[in-house]
């Protein structure tokens, strides 16, 4: 396994983590209280000073609010904004710019199409389904709209390895299956889910689908047409981009067909009283003073990690990953929970007789940060059997020193806790 | 946060309640009952309660998962209300919360002197501030129950 | 009126002027594509190098999802978003800390009101008050949820001057009226609205009274246990904060009554596929990953204002409002919109045969950055008989040269169009 | 932006077209119309069309409110759709736009050769991108007549 990290790090001259991780300010100011080894991308990733610096230039020499002044600041702005649609644009390869939504975060853009297409084409007794190893996000809002709408949730299980059965999807389409909404990428197993293969079937029945990206976005290329789902989502701050922007990516045939979700300034053509008419997308769904230093962020970071080379970040990660199944593998007592053949850069495991918040506590102090608890996905747990999970999720700026620590650490705590 | 910090926190009283909780299993003829839950973390547990003609605690116990801090916290906490009034439950969990925090001092000597002084050992979560709900997680819940709450849920 | 100006600029010594405008980088970016006279804060403000630090600071030292890891760094984040929260509750005295939920944006808290209050509450047949200045963002989501519930739209006409008559307010009050919406500040004519009175009046009716502080809490202090109101909103970016995050204040008692309005991580207590229970006020409003840095930089905005004082940044405005209501009034030719007796730092206005689009781009090569268009109120401009007005707002950082360099500019347009 | 600019945006012409807008005022008997609508400004055009029988345009002429660009620009493109076919508009129209955006210079010599000649005055909005959608307005407008649509949105 070392092998195979050291040879990505020598073979590539693109991909050099040291200088990687010099980009990442948070990982070089060492204090006593931060953390180096960062584990916890999968919650929310560290930012490159690239895109810090982008998004407090545009504050201090381009910034106004878009797309409502005649002068040049806010022309500036405008330009800056509508440059970052196209650059997601790209990165998905949509079709056209106008199938690109800025959005809050990812929930922002689910809930989004729950409120607007589900609200609109969905009826009592419809039904929508979902995996198992959904995050909160892609489970709740259904929920929701079968409160307003009666429509239902299906589920497709997990198998023991992490996988769902596509067999088992299949046969639960329905000429009532109006939607299918499921993640890429588990937050919690890794799974890489083969959402193509689910959009063929659901679009031989028929049926739409609604892909949640908040991972996989991060782990592997995204091409929305080639992939043919109706919407994609993601969210920024898991992309190295700034907190508060989402993105949902929707074919623009489909997103002219459905209503406004939320009403304001921009979105509209024209007021009165007494009806109100409405733009085409993407703007229709974009209600008041949108996101606009943080989708100009988001872009930046979009260009960063495409200077790297997403496939360099892929090779990288996944040695990364191989390196750390292995080592904790070798710790006694310690199981991983998600062992799919197709899997990206996220381990879940327990420690035997160690709660996983004690042992993120004492990972901690040795400078390791990991996550604990149930990581929104609280039906997975239940179908796995336990309370809570440990896990460490990678980014592009993890070596093998914070898997080594990680591993060193979990030793450690065996040591105090036990 | 030091590693003398942690030993300070996992202390041999706290790993044993753990491994050996006191009072752990269900009261089938619990007076009230109450679940406490952290949905941030999953940590769920049940209290069952006993009160008796004189609304004193009369049997107290608890039962689910959790960490080591949240079983330990639970154990002594079944420890220290038998025999209080609904009063001195919600008091007793007042002091113990500002233990946790850090907002009072070991100096504090009052009607419950020997409980705090059972219960100090706790105190070591103060340098963990993510780490005070799951001390006080059944503290909640036995508020809860014994205020005749259903649940209880921290943050 | 030049008195009045040098008064409060010798008078306080808290308030200097030229040094607040040196904490603006961006008017001192005086390159020749950058507007220094920026006169359009009201669409959106500039933002002080205090809270750019603040929100770069994070980002570099203490970041992390918040509320989510038993680690530091995201122990730091939490406690940094979490007294943002503190922050904003103390600045609007609000009774305790949980009546304050982050939003995306004020349209975005105005449409979790309608989504949530107005979808549990509203039947066929009730009614909403609104008023004819409202912003689109007050006036499309109760569209859009009456056409959801059948509720109706009922409108306060304004007068001449720009005022609401209070008579004919309390007059439309029935036993129909589930809710009063109205802006404590017209950002087109600058009115304040007696919205003390309109919460008083519409609790005797026992109505429920959401007001828009979009521009209300720029220019004057909010004490919403005073004001009475049950949901009070407003947007970071119009308040020296960055774009990306809004504040809904709620009572708690109300809003622990009222449903979901989004679904996602955070938000809930337990989630099964057969049914979800969710967590009390505000993380029941604020699923998934909310505007983290965002927030912060909202607290640190709230944070300069305050040390400026926000007394004395009305006294500024003030004046400079006198002033430039007095320099334009002198141009030929030029009408000014809203003349409330009670009104803050914005002036609408319209010169004789030149279109406020063709103005505004005749100042903005002067340096002068005005706003033209109908300023997302397209039901008061139809009732001022108008497409289109120039509006000039006012910031705390603007200065008697950015009035004069207006007031010459629409001189030079004069020339040039006529 | 230089004031060099702006006189090159405001030319004599414009602003003539703009005080005196030739063909304006509706067509009672037109054949099509179509408002053009800019929702972030709120200038509002329509545009009223008659064909003849061989569909070609045979009246058109505007009414509305808006800027002197847009006025202007509604006024001169009335003055060069008469008598083209429908394909003629639309193609003229692509590249009057591009005129606009910059994206095409004055050394094209086509068939429109006389109408480009005409409208060039408008190309002083290169250098003022806010203001491109001013000058196309009624562009919109007629074309969505011409394209039997109600209305055109520009951004
Ligand atoms: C798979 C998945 N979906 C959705 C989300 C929600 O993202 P956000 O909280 O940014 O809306 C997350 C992350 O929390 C996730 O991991
Ligand atoms: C009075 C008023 N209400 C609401 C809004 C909407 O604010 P935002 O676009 O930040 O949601 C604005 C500003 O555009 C406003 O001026």
């Known amino acids: 396994m070392n092998v195979a990290v050291a040879k990505v790090e020598s073979d590539s001259t693109t991909f050099n983590i040291e200088a990687i991780r010099r980009e990442f300010p948070i990982l070089n100011e060492a204090s006593e209280k931060n953390s180096v080894h960062f584990l916890d991308s999968g919650a929310s990733a560290q930012k490159p000073d690239y895109v810090l610096k982008k998004m407090d230039e545009m504050y201090r020499t381009g910034y106004a609010n878009v797309h409502r002044g005649a002068y040049t600041l806010s022309q500036l702005a405008t330009d800056a904004y509508e440059g970052a649609r196209k650059t997601v644009a790209t990165f998905l390869n949509a079709e056209s710019v106008d199938e690109i939504i800025f959005t809050r975060s990812a929930t922002g853009a689910i809930n989004l199409v729950a409120g607007s297409f589900g609200r609109a084409f969905l009826e009592k007794g419809d039904e929508i389904i979902i995996s198992e190893m959904e995050h909160h996000a892609n489970i709740v809002p259904w929920q929701l709209l079968g409160e307003a709408t009666g429509s239902k949730l299906k589920v497709v299980p997990v198998d023991q390895d992490g996988n769902i059965s596509i067999d088992t999807f299949q046969s639960m389409l329905t000429n009532k299956t109006k939607l299918v909404a499921v993640t890429h990428m588990s937050n919690v197993l890794g799974t890489i889910v083969p959402v193509r293969q689910i959009v063929e079937l659901a679009h031989a029945n028929g049926t739409a689908v609604m892909i949640d990206g908040a991972q996989g976005v991060v782990h592997s290329k995204v091409d929305v047409q080639e992939l043919g789902a109706d919407f994609y989502v993601f969210t920024g701050h898991k992309l190295y981009g700034p907190s508060g922007v989402g993105v949902l990516y929707g074919k623009k045939e489909l997103l002219n067909k459905m209503p406004p979700y939320e009403g304001g300034g921009d979105m509209i053509e024209i007021v009165t009283f007494e009806k109100s008419t409405y733009r085409d997308a993407p703007t229709k769904f974009e209600a008041g003073t949108p996101p606009i230093v943080e989708s100009v962020g988001l872009a930046a970071a979009i260009e960063y990690i495409e200077n790297i080379g997403q496939d360099n970040i892929e090779i990288h990660e996944d040695n990364l990953l191989k390196f750390a199944t292995s080592e904790l593998q070798k710790i006694p007592g310690l199981s991983i929970f998600g062992l799919s053949e197709r899997k990206a850069g996220i381990i879940s495991f327990n420690v035997e007789g160690i709660h996983s918040h004690d042992l993120s506590t004492i990972l901690d102090s040795r400078g390791v940060s990991i996550r604990a608890g149930h990581h929104c996905a609280q039906p997975l747990m239940k179908k796995m059997g336990v309370e809570a999970t440990a896990r460490a999720s990678l980014g592009l700026y993890n070596n093998k020193e914070d898997i080594v620590a990680l591993a060193e650490g979990i030793k450690f705590a065996k040591e105090i806790l036990t | ?155």
């Open chain 2, 1 to 155: 946060m030091s590693v003398d910090d942690l030993r300070e926190l996992y202390q041999e009283v706290i790993l044993d309640h753990n491994k050996n909780p006191r009072n752990y299993g269900e009261l089938s003829d619990a007076s009230y009952t109450a679940d406490g839950n952290n949905p941030l973390c999953g940590d769920r547990l049940t209290v069952y309660l006993k009160l008796d003609d004189n609304e004193l605690v009369n049997e107290v116990a608890f039962t689910g998962k959790g960490c080591a801090i949240s079983i330990a916290s639970a154990s002594m906490m079944t420890t220290v209300v038998k025999g209080k009034t609904v009063k001195q439950v919600n008091d007793l969990f007042d002091k113990f919360h500002k233990l946790c925090t850090g907002e009072s001092d070991e100096a504090e000597l009052d009607e419950f002197e020997d409980e705090i002084a059972k219960l100090r050992v706790m105190s070591g979560v103060r340098q963990f501030p993510m780490r005070v709900k799951c001390a006080t997680l059944s503290w909640h819940a036995v508020e809860a129950a014994i205020n005749k709450k259903d649940t209880a849920t921290t943050e």
